[in-house]
């Protein structure tokens, strides 16, 4: 009763889609057949057109891609440029900037002292001119 049947194993062939027993002596008969060999060949050459194809697409889509970007930004230089004259568009076609230094001086200004949130630190000079205060008012 202890003795039991087992099967012997199987090795799967990817390349044929076929069974053979799992022993060096079977592997070797098939792998050295004209069926494997050819199977392989078949394989091979399908990775080899995949990969060409997938280069050609990639090349496509970058080519469209390019073409796309292109055509946008020459409808954005003829129709958007003379209806709206906005930052970018001064810039495309190397125009004079508006005086932006006068317009936005305020903010630049708001930008370097700020305002504070509460616990947040005071800047370090902001603090040492605050304690120069202190001790003039004192």
């Known amino acids: 009763m202890t003795e039991f049947w087992k099967s012997q194993e199987n090795w799967f062939c990817k390349y044929c889609k076929c069974w053979v027993n799992d022993n060096?002596?079977?592997?070797?008969?098939?792998?050295n057949g004209?069926?494997?060999?050819?199977?392989?060949?078949?394989?091979?050459?399908?990775?080899?057109?995949?990969?060409?194809?997938?280069?050609?697409?990639t090349k496509d889509e970058a080519h469209w891609l390019k073409k796309m970007e292109e055509a946008a930004l020459k409808d954005y230089k003829k129709k958007d440029i003379k209806d709206n004259r906005d930052f970018?568009?001064?810039?495309?076609n190397n125009e004079d900037l508006p005086d932006v230094d006068e317009k936005y001086e305020s903010i630049r200004?708001?930008?370097?002292?700020?305002?504070?949130?509460?616990?947040?630190?005071?800047?370090?000079?902001?603090?040492?001119?605050?304690?120069?205060?202190?001790?003039?008012?004192?």
Request: hydrophobic fraction near 25%; charged fraction near 35%; avoid cysteine.
């Open 24 to 31: 060096p002596i079977s592997r070797q008969i098939h792998e």
């Open 34 to 57: 004209q069926r494997h060999k050819r199977s392989v060949e078949e394989k091979l050459s399908e990775i080899r057109k995949k990969q060409v194809t997938d280069a050609k697409q």
């Open 88 to 92: 970018t568009a001064k810039l495309y």
């Open 109 to 138: 200004q708001a930008n370097q002292v700020g305002p504070r949130l509460p616990g947040e630190p005071e800047a370090k000079h902001m603090k040492f001119e605050n304690m120069l205060k202190a001790g003039e008012e004192g």
